[in-house]
């Protein structure tokens, strides 16, 4: 049923790509995926790109991560043969039913030489920048269910036209754009999966950052749960990105740096590493509300939130070059 509803609009969809003039740019969270480059070149076509955000209006990480893609650019072993064969990976769901067959070559074998990588903006006339939604019969049309305004027939023009709210870099405020619901990925592509099933964990964890100027951090799980399953950080393939473990890890600002710990998703697919304060926003001296998990700390601290947090006393120098 899910795979019906979806297959239509991706049919029409199709047909206007051709008619109307593409405008490519790159997105932040594109990945480029050339490990077969040498075959590619052999076949005359170019690098693919993976746009992130295309998809992530429809399907939240969970999707994905890691039943059809582990969570490293370069981890997956990809090809048209596990694609449209064995319909696994990005055949998953480009079978014709989900969305659109692996046909037209350069949709996904997009990267050319000397512009960035793109998202094709497409199917949207200038005159309506938003929430567009294209019935069966290709006129502008109410969806007619839920699963086809998310899964296919919503087309922003592009991101920064598209009304979803926008950081202070100009890019997609994921976090707020769920919350305020303004788009609603799928949990699963499963349309038995219960929903309410799927645990959100609610849990804040502080992290005293150590320095005096920096403010401390409150990791929340809630919207990290809501977007990927528990084990896609504490079972990750090839090692858990984090122990669940109140402070078993040890994560430093210059590892962050590094691209690892919150840097294996920030910097690359959620907002960016630079962005200090969404991170660092809990300020120093500020009371800690009685239901936020402190972290313990090396040089151990009493953990009880009620009495004032110390610095430890050696402190672990930053690495400037980071900053
Ligand atoms: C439609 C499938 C799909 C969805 C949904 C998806 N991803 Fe990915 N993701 C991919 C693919 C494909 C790659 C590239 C894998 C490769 O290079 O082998 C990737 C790579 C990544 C990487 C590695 C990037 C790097 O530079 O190492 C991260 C991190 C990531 N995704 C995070 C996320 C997060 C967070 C979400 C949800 C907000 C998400 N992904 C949603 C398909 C998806
Ligand atoms: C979970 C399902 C799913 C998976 C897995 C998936 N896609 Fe998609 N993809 C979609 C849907 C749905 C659309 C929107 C279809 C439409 O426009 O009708 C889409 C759109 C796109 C677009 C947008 C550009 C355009 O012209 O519409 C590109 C490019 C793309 N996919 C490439 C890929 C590549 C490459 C992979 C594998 C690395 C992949 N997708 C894996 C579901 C998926
Ligand atoms: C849905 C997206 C998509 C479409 C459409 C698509 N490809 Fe691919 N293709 C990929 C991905 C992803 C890879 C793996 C790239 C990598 O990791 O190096 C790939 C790899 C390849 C490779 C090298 C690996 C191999 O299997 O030999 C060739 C050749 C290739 N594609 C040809 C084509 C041709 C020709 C078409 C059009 C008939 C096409 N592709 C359409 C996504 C796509
Ligand atoms: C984005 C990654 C991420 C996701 C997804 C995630 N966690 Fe965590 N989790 C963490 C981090 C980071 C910590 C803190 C570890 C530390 O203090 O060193 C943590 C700590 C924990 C802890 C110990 C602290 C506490 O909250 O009691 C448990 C238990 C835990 N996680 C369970 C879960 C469960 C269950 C889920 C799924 C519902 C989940 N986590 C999803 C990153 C994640
Ligand atoms: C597996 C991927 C992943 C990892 C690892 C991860 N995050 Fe996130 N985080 C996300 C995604 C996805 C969002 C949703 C917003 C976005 O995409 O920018 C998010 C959102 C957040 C938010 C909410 C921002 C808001 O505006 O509400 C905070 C704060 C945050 N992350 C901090 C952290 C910290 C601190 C760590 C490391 C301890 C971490 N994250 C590790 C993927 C990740
Ligand atoms: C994705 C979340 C995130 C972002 C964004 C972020 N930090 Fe951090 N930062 C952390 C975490 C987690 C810690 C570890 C706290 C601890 O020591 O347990 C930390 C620690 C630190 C520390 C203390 C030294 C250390 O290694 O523990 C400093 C200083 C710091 N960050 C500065 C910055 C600056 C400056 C920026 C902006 C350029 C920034 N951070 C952006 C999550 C983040």
């Given at each position: 049923?899910?795979?019906?509803?979806?297959?239509?609009?991706?049919?029409?969809?199709?047909?206007?790509?051709?008619?109307?003039?593409a405008?490519?740019?790159?997105e932040?969270?594109?990945?480029?995926?050339?490990?077969?480059a040498?075959?590619?070149?052999?076949?005359?076509?170019?690098?693919?790109v993976?746009?992130?955000?295309?998809?992530?209006?429809?399907?939240?990480?969970?999707?994905?991560?890691?039943?059809?893609?582990?969570?490293?650019?370069?981890?997956?072993?990809?090809?048209?043969?596990?694609?449209?064969?064995?319909?696994?990976?990005?055949?998953?769901?480009?079978?014709?039913?989900?969305?659109?067959?692996?046909?037209?070559?350069?949709?996904?074998?997009?990267?050319?030489?000397?512009?960035?990588?793109?998202?094709?903006q497409?199917?949207?006339?200038?005159d309506?920048?938003?929430?567009?939604?294209?019935?069966?019969?290709?006129?502008?049309?109410?969806?007619?269910?839920?699963?086809?305004?998310?899964?296919?027939?919503?087309?922003?023009?592009?991101?920064?036209?598209?009304?979803?709210?926008?950081?202070?870099?100009?890019?997609?405020?994921?976090?707020?754009?769920?919350?305020?619901?303004?788009?609603?990925?799928?949990?699963?592509?499963?349309?038995?999966?219960?929903?309410?099933?799927?645990?959100?964990?609610?849990?804040?964890?502080?992290?005293?950052?150590?320095?005096?100027?920096?403010?401390?951090?409150?990791?929340?799980?809630?919207?990290h749960?809501?977007?990927?399953?528990?084990?896609?950080?504490?079972?990750?393939?090839?090692?858990?990105?984090?122990?669940?473990?109140?402070?078993?890890?040890?994560?430093?600002?210059?590892?962050?740096?590094?691209?690892?710990?919150?840097?294996?998703?920030?910097?690359?697919?959620?907002?960016?590493?630079?962005?200090?304060?969404?991170?660092?926003?809990?300020?120093?001296?500020k009371p800690?509300?009685?239901?936020?998990?402190?972290?313990?700390?090396?040089?151990?601290?009493?953990?009880?939130?009620?009495?004032?947090?110390?610095?430890?006393?050696?402190q672990?120098?930053?690495?400037?070059?980071?900053?």
């Amino acid at each position: 049923m899910l795979r019906h509803l979806i297959s239509h609009p991706a049919k029409f969809l199709f047909c206007c790509l051709i008619i109307l003039s593409a405008d490519l740019q790159a997105e932040y969270g594109d990945v480029i995926l050339n490990k077969t480059a040498d075959a590619m070149r052999e076949a005359e076509v170019d690098d693919v790109v993976f746009p992130h955000w295309f998809h992530r209006i429809r399907f939240r990480c969970n999707v994905c991560h890691e039943s059809l893609f582990k969570i490293e650019a370069g981890a997956n072993e990809i090809s048209m043969s596990t694609i449209t064969e064995e319909k696994r990976q990005c055949g998953a769901c480009h079978d014709g039913l989900v969305a659109w067959e692996p046909l037209e070559c350069e949709r996904c074998h997009s990267l050319e030489e000397g512009w960035s990588p793109g998202v094709i903006q497409h199917s949207v006339r200038e005159d309506e920048k938003r929430n567009i939604l294209l019935g069966k019969t290709g006129s502008i049309a109410k969806p007619y269910s839920k699963i086809m305004e998310i899964g296919s027939g919503w087309h922003p023009l592009a991101l920064s036209k598209s009304g979803l709210p926008l950081d202070k870099y100009g890019l997609v405020d994921w976090a707020a754009a769920v919350r305020k619901k303004i788009v609603q990925p799928l949990w699963s592509l499963d349309p038995e999966v219960d929903i309410s099933e799927h645990e959100l964990r609610d849990t804040d964890i502080l992290f005293i950052s150590k320095g005096e100027s920096m403010p401390d951090v409150i990791f929340p799980h809630e919207i990290h749960s809501y977007w990927l399953e528990c084990k896609i950080c504490h079972d990750t393939q090839g090692g858990p990105m984090f122990i669940d473990e109140l402070g078993a890890n040890n994560i430093t600002m210059i590892g962050i740096g590094q691209g690892k710990w919150c840097a294996r998703c920030h910097d690359k697919i959620g907002f960016p590493i630079s962005d200090c304060v969404r991170c660092h926003n809990h300020p120093k001296g500020k009371p800690i509300d009685k239901n936020i998990l402190v972290r313990p700390l090396k040089a151990p601290l009493p953990q009880t939130p009620a009495t004032p947090i110390k610095q430890p006393a050696a402190q672990e120098p930053v690495d400037s070059d980071f900053f």
